[in-house]
Structure formats: C-alpha cells, structure tokens
C-alpha cells in the first residue's frame, strides 16, 4: 500500500495519488474521501521512531506502468484484501483492510469514486 509524507499539495487525496504512481506505477481515480486512518511507528534511519497518522484513499487503477519511479526500491504484488490483512505489520491497518474484505463495493466512498471514475 502506497504511503509518504504529506505533500506541499491543497489536498490530501492528491498526495496518495502521487505516491500510488510514485511507488506503485499506478495511474487512476483517487476517492477524495478517505476510506479509512491507522497509526504505525515510522522507523527513521537513525532508529528513532516517528509516531504516523495515514489517511487511506481509495483507488480505482485503470494503469499500470511497467517502469516507474521507485520501481528499484519496490515489489508491486496483488493480494485479495483478507491476504493483505494478514501480510501487513501494523495492526491498525490490518483491521482497515479486514473491514474492506466485506462488501466493499457497498462503502459510501468506494460508490462515490466508482461514480465520479
């Protein structure tokens, strides 16, 4: 999942789409409601924890980019959203992603992109 630092950008929802493309090579529509928050421990190079708060947006991928800029640094992979849940570290976010497993099509946000995409 992609994440990063709050960009000097209006909105937040354009940040995750930078870093969706950034990260992820993925190009498409970017729900300007968040779909969910969780906290986690960002490890920094000096082994110094920073507290986080993230914002997750949802995203509807019409692309993917077969170069991209972190591509170096990255493995994109796939998972079913239950598989995911149970692969991530942070706690927080496995819940998120276990309460997107049941009908996520029905969430509000998830109706509004799939809407306005």
């Known amino acids: 999942m992609p994440q990063g630092w709050r960009m000097d950008v209006s909105k937040p929802w354009r940040t995750a789409e930078?870093?969706?493309?950034?990260?992820?090579?993925?190009?498409g529509h970017v729900g300007t409601e968040p779909i969910g928050r969780y906290r986690y421990d960002k490890i920094l190079d000096d082994g110094s924890a920073l507290p986080c708060r993230v914002e997750v947006f949802p995203m509807l991928v019409e692309q993917?980019?077969?170069?991209?800029?972190?591509?170096?640094?990255?493995?994109?992979?796939?998972?079913?959203?239950?598989?995911?849940?149970?692969?991530?570290?942070?706690?927080?976010?496995?819940?998120?992603?276990?309460?997107?497993?049941?009908?996520?099509?029905?969430?509000?946000?998830?109706?509004?992109?799939?809407?306005?995409?």
Request: aromatic share 4%.
């Open 64 to 117: 993917l980019k077969r170069d991209w800029k972190e591509r170096s640094q990255r493995t994109r992979r796939w998972f079913k959203v239950s598989a995911a849940a149970r692969r991530v570290d942070e706690p927080d976010l496995a819940a998120l992603l276990r309460g997107l497993a049941d009908k996520p099509l029905k969430r509000p946000e998830i109706k509004a992109l799939k809407r306005a995409s």
């Open 18 to 27: 930078i870093e969706a493309l950034e990260e992820a090579g993925a190009i």
